[in-house]
């Protein structure tokens, strides 16, 4: 049995995603509009979590798992290892031994590549939605909204314990041989993984409630106008301080339901766009994601300094966005005629070949066709 083709919407969804990544991370955008960096920070990493639950398989094997978590830890210490001679370049004073440690550790605060802490995070996310699946699976039951409230209450107790451990952090101070909680959080952001693994659980259950429905089948351009607004002014309102890699989760509880509101929100703007060229380009952004996370931040600042004096500070600002995501994205491109790279780059496919006891899905969605 072949694997099933990958939905238009989803690599969509992706693009849209890396392309927030990409905004939120500009030193420039921050200095024009804070209030617009808060707003995309605020969904922007509980959005990438969500997508992976929209393609992750309820009760997956041990198999499935290994697959899944090896695509995140693979590329993580594959990129991190080609970057050594860069790191060095702008970290003169860098050791070897310092660099090794970090990116054992393996969060935000101790690798030089930053954005790419997301990956052994999203690993550890994973392992913790395995292990509750076969814990749900012992008390959910069998009728259908029974297993919804299961779920819902999974979710529930992930941002409860998510909230503990934000409060945890600052008590453990130097408890640990090498750096220290407050600074360095939890090795490969365990106690972030708390929140992912909340946001899985609720994209995985999006694909169950919504996957076969007409609202993933036709255009929801209403509905991602209404929403977006609705984000909008939560965040206007409200003013979310949610950054996670830093940790900051504010105001608790309600910048939940502001994350929530916003993935909805590009959902709805994902399976609006069909045919043509936006979708074409948000597609090839949203399967470059990795190298753009891990180039981007790099490049929009270099390019914004050298742009910025010859164009002004606006221009500069929309170039160096423009060059963030296409150079990474173009490079993408040319990495997957060279199999031997690109396998350590996106290993998925030959992991789930490798390893899975069936393909890794979510179970039918809608095709949206993109001739």
């Known amino acids: 049995m072949s694997p099933a083709p990958r939905l238009a919407w989803i690599d969509a969804l992706k693009g849209i995603g890396i392309t927030l990544v990409a905004c939120g991370h500009h030193p420039a955008l921050w200095a024009y509009s804070e209030a617009s960096a808060r707003a995309i920070f605020s969904v922007s990493m509980p959005l990438f979590f969500f997508i992976t639950g929209l393609t992750l398989q309820h009760g997956m094997s041990g198999k499935a798992l290994a697959a899944r978590a090896l695509s995140c830890v693979i590329p993580f210490f594959f990129i991190s290892l080609i970057s050594v001679p860069m790191i060095f370049r702008l970290q003169p004073d860098a050791t070897l031994a310092d660099i090794a440690m970090g990116v054992l550790y393996g969060t935000g605060h101790t690798i030089a590549t930053v954005p790419l802490w997301f990956l052994p995070c999203l690993a550890v996310a994973l392992v913790l939605v395995f292990m509750l699946d076969k814990i749900g699976g012992l008390v959910a039951g069998k009728t259908k909204p029974q297993a919804v409230i299961t779920q819902l ?66 255009p929801q351009w209403r509905a ?13 309102l409200l003013r979310p301080e949610v950054d996670l890699n830093w940790r900051y989760d504010r105001p608790v509880g309600l910048s939940t339901v502001i994350a929530l509101t916003g993935i909805l929100a590009m959902v709805a ?103």
């Open 269 to 371: 703007t994902a399976v609006s766009i069909r045919n043509g060229q936006a979708l074409s380009v948000l597609r090839w952004l949203g399967t470059s994601t990795i190298l753009i996370l891990w180039q981007h931040s790099l490049l929009e600042k270099t390019s914004f300094k050298l742009l910025a004096p010859q164009v002004g500070d606006f221009a500069a600002l929309l170039l160096s966005l423009l060059l963030a995501l296409s150079i990474p994205a173009t490079l993408a491109t040319v990495l997957k005629r060279f199999p031997l790279v690109y396998n350590f780059i996106a290993p998925n496919p030959w992991l789930k070949k490798l390893l899975a006891d069936k393909p890794v899905g979510a179970g039918k969605l809608p095709q949206v066709h993109t001739e």
């Open 153 to 218: 209450f999974l979710f529930a107790l992930l941002q409860l314990a998510w909230q503990l451990a934000l409060t945890t952090d600052y008590q453990l101070v130097r408890q640990i041989g090498w750096g220290d909680l407050l600074s360095s959080g939890a090795p490969w952001s365990a106690e972030v993984a708390l929140s992912g693994a909340s946001y899985i659980i609720i994209g995985r259950l999006f694909v169950q409630q919504l996957g076969q429905t007409q609202w993933l089948a036709a």
């Open 224 to 236: 991602a106008l209404a929403i977006g607004a609705i984000f909008l002014a939560l965040n206007f």
